[in-house]
């Protein structure tokens, strides 16, 4: 709901500040808990990925993109290798 609200409120569709406003109010609530609970079956990993996926999707000149291209381009990781990460300490 947060990403679509971010979509929605900013009327100027300013890449970076959009890219910076989901760094900071969506990703901790998606990676929230991931300590404790790491989803390990592909239907939990693809759900949990889901909230980026269509958040980048749905930036302009980004929408025909695959979603590694989109990850690159904005130079954001994916939510599974840093699930990884905070899983080793």
């Given at each position: 709901?947060?990403?679509?609200?971010?979509?929605?409120?900013?009327?100027?569709?300013?890449?970076?500040?959009?890219?910076?406003?989901?760094l900071v109010y969506v990703r901790p609530i998606v990676e929230q808990n991931s300590v404790i609970w790491s989803p390990y079956t592909a239907q939990d990993i693809d759900a949990?990925?889901?909230?980026?996926?269509?958040?980048?999707?749905?930036?302009?000149?980004?929408?025909?993109?695959?979603?590694?291209?989109?990850?690159?381009?904005?130079?954001?990781?994916?939510?599974?290798?840093?699930?990884?990460?905070?899983?080793?300490?």
């Amino acid at each position: 709901m947060r990403a679509g609200l971010i979509l929605r409120t900013f009327m100027y569709r300013v890449i970076h500040l959009l890219k910076r406003a989901f760094l900071v109010y969506v990703r901790p609530i998606v990676e929230q808990n991931s300590v404790i609970w790491s989803p390990y079956t592909a239907q939990d990993i693809d759900a949990v990925e889901s909230v980026q996926r269509r958040f980048t999707k749905r930036l302009p000149t980004r929408s025909n993109m695959s979603y590694n291209d989109r990850l690159s381009c904005l130079n954001i990781s994916s939510l599974e290798p840093r699930r990884l990460h905070n899983d080793l300490y």
